[in-house]
């Protein structure tokens, strides 16, 4: 995500400093591109499950995920996300590829720091059903999220710190509805280099199971348009459900 635009007399010098925020955690921020801009995510992504009762487990890797982002505003976004799945199954099935299921959504901010203390955002998302329920690479339904994101910058825009939350619904019932939660953390080390983390919850409806996991990463900007980004977590509560390991690296470009 890029950063807010600044006061007129800035935001020029603030456009080579964008593109910092949201990937390649999963708590989003409720900044948007800018106006007639891109943000375009290309990442390979890996989730891991617990050992079963057999000790096996499951891979899933999106390879790669496609995430467009564009700003119709200044305080929008559309998105595209599209995964190209690959599902190794833990109960000893051959591995299978093919598209998942993509998700669509519009991000409006509409609070922003520079006139208030924080900036806020609603950014409502549907699932589309493109993957094989079949070959369990999507749901076979149609889903909807319902979040919304806050953040604030600090330190002269070095740290940021925003967070989200929201309601997910599964119009199936082999997947379960739920609630969650983010609270994320980005520092600016050097002019091209930004650490981040989260710390995320989510709360299963209907007898599902609650998760908790943690992810920690790095950002490195290797020119105006081009950023490197990367971050590795895990469930940590309960240990037996979620991911035993959690990976996303990418490359992000706007412009």
């Not at 409720?30 to 891979?59: C, F, H, K, Q």
């Not at 070095?158 to 989200?164: E, G, Q, T």
Request: charged share 20%; hydrophobic share 40%; aromatic share 8%.
């Amino acid at each position: 995500m890029t950063t807010i635009r600044r006061l007129a007399a800035a935001a020029g010098a603030l456009g080579a400093a964008a593109a910092l925020a949201g990937p390649p955690l999963i708590t989003d921020d409720p900044d948007t591109p800018g106006e007639n801009r891109w943000e375009i995510n290309v990442a390979y992504t890996l989730e891991v499950s617990p050992r079963d009762g057999a000790a096996w487990r499951s891979w899933e890797h999106a390879a790669p995920l496609l995430d467009l982002n564009y700003g119709l505003f200044d305080n929008d976004q559309l998105k595209l996300e599209v995964p190209l799945t690959i599902l190794d199954p833990a109960d000893g099935e051959s591995a299978r590829a093919g598209i998942g299921d993509a998700l669509i959504g519009y991000k409006l901010r509409l609070v922003d720091e520079e006139s208030a203390p924080f900036s806020l955002s609603i950014y409502p998302q549907v699932g589309i059903p493109t993957g094989d329920s079949d070959r369990d690479l999507g749901t076979g339904s149609p889903s909807l999220k319902m979040p919304v994101q806050i953040g604030r910058h600090f330190m002269d825009d070095r740290l940021f710190l925003y967070a989200d939350a929201g309601y997910e619904e599964q119009f199936t019932d082999d997947e379960a509805d739920s609630w969650s939660a983010g609270v994320a953390a980005e520092y600016q080390i050097t002019e091209g280099l930004t650490l981040c983390g989260e710390l995320r919850y989510e709360a299963g409806l209907h007898g599902a199971a609650d998760n908790a996991l943690i992810n920690l990463g790095a950002k490195c900007r290797l020119a105006d348009s081009v950023t490197l980004m990367g971050a590795v977590g895990r469930s940590f509560d309960p240990p037996e459900s979620g991911s035993s390991l959690m990976a996303n690296f990418g490359v992000q470009f706007s412009f």
